[in-house]
């Protein structure tokens, strides 16, 4: 963080939080899980509809079905959870709005499991076979895949990432 | 917090934050937005094409003429600063995975306001004057609007809010 504002603990997480595509064999709790998914959930949401809704998936074969349906498929075998991600659009009542607070609910999800110790890497690319993730999960037609994350303690520490300037972004300040 | 797992600092944020919707007159500094502006940043994107835009509008008679266009009129009112966030759509690649990444910025901006004592909401509903908004902030076409972020100390303490059950939100655990 630049500025003379001292950094809190959000603003570190937010910071140092990085897409995480490789991790340890070691098993993740289902309370780490429950508890991340749960902060995930205290999303902000248009009329407080929370669209989102989730899957959590731990079992090998159906990860590697998965696996199969995107071009990160190795990262998906090596990920001991991966968490699917819905629009549940019998509770959707603005397509735009409810995928940007699905957004939020993702962005919590990876700030909890950061601030966990976990990481993680959320994949959009998977979108393009969405019925297909459907259809092995065989879960109703009503959910629209939004993204799947993959969660497990990462193997290696934290790559660099890189933002443009703050200044570049602002293109009105009055 | 529910379950064995002791909250983390970010976890607490995530929990404890609201939309706060009365402010007082104090002034929010300019390092204080580009702080929580620049944590926003921070959001993961797509490709990391980073689509968020940003304007500041402290300007009473902007923020009068833009009050006019949302039934939220005495919220950004009395917000000391409004910011409309924005779509480029000149770095846009997939209209459904930016609005989700907007969504992720969005939830930055309001954790990292909340972390720095700030209060703010995220107005969606002023979307339907989104063209309007763009006449009034002269911003070229190419930005598309996705929300105005109401921004000042919090006049009051927070209040409730209420989620669904984290098991009514898990659809397949396997």
Redesign the interface.
């Known amino acids: ?5 001292p950094p ?4 570190q ?3 140092d ?1 990085r ?1 995480v595509r490789r991790f340890t064999d070691a098993a993740v709790s289902r ?2 899980i ?2 991340a ?3 995930a ?4 949401s ?1 009329l ?1 509809n ?1 669209p ?8 090998q074969a ?1 990860k590697e079905k998965l696996a199969g349906l995107t071009r990160y498929s190795a990262v998906l075998k090596s990920a001991p959870v991966l968490v699917p991600v ?1 629009l549940d659009k019998d509770n959707s009542y ?1 397509y ?2 409810d ?10 999800f ?3 499991l ?3 110790g976990l990481g993680a890497v ?1 994949i ?1 690319e998977i ?1 393009k076979n969405g019925d297909k993730v459907m259809e092995i ?3 109703p037609g009503r ?1 629209d895949l ?2 799947v994350v993959a969660v497990g303690y990462p193997e290696h520490s934290k790559q660099s ?4 300037p ?1 200044e570049e ?6």
């Open positions: 963080m630049s500025g003379p504002i809190t603990p959000v603003l997480a937010i910071h939080r897409s309370d780490l429950l508890t998914l749960t902060a959930s205290w999303a902000p248009g407080n929370q989102w809704r989730f899957a959590v998936v731990r079992d159906i819905f603005d735009v709005k995928c940007q607070a699905v957004g939020a609910c993702l962005q919590n990876l700030l909890a950061h601030s966990l959320w959009g979108l999960l065989e879960l959910l939004m993204a990432s890189h933002r443009r703050i972004l602002i293109l009105l300040d009055k």
